[in-house]
């Protein structure tokens, strides 16, 4: 990804193509972001990846659910760093589809943020890696705050 970046920014110095025009090309995918995480990327809002490394982390999944994010923190290293980019399942964004133990990408109290989410009867547990000291213990009552954007499918 490194290398088609510089490709990337050399063609966009020279006024070959600008950020509103390119196309994705066959065998590449374009992703926009995901709502909520802007903040979290500077100036791009859509971004082009090959395919295969697309489908590598997504298996047979829908192109186009997906939405992409930079991981704000580092609660969830060395599975996914910070700013690592994070490839996200959009339509899985309600708290009804949340799965036990799974890792999403949401908005708690407008912030955004990436973790795993234990559910328990009374509380959800939002945690990091293992032996983390940042989980934070959100009660039922309270997860109107909590906005779910999608369930994180992988990282490139």
């Known amino acids: 990804p490194a290398t088609i970046s510089e490709a990337y920014e050399r063609l966009l110095q020279s006024g070959a193509v600008t950020p509103t025009d390119a196309r994705a090309g066959v065998g590449h995918v374009r992703l926009s972001i995901l709502p909520g995480f802007e903040a979290t990327a500077t100036d791009v809002r859509q971004i082009i990846l090959p395919e295969f490394l697309v489908r590598r982390e997504i298996g047979q999944r829908s192109i186009e659910r997906l939405r992409w994010a930079n991981n704000p923190s580092n609660v969830l290293a060395p599975e996914y760093k910070a700013d690592a980019l994070l490839l996200v399942d959009s339509q899985i ?16 109290r407008g912030r955004p943020s990436v973790r795993r989410i234990l559910l328990r009867k009374k509380h959800w547990i939002l945690t990091g890696a293992s032996g983390s000291r940042t989980d934070e213990d959100l009660d039922v009552r309270d ?11 992988g990282a490139c």
């Not at 964004?93 to 708690?108: E, I, M, N, T």
């Not at 997860?143 to 499918?153: F, H, I, R, T, Y």
Request: net charge negative; glycine share 8%.
């Open 93 to 108: 964004s309600s708290r009804d589809a949340v799965v036990d133990g799974a890792v999403y990408a949401f908005l708690l």
């Open 143 to 153: 997860l109107d705050q909590l906005e779910v954007c999608g369930l994180v499918v």
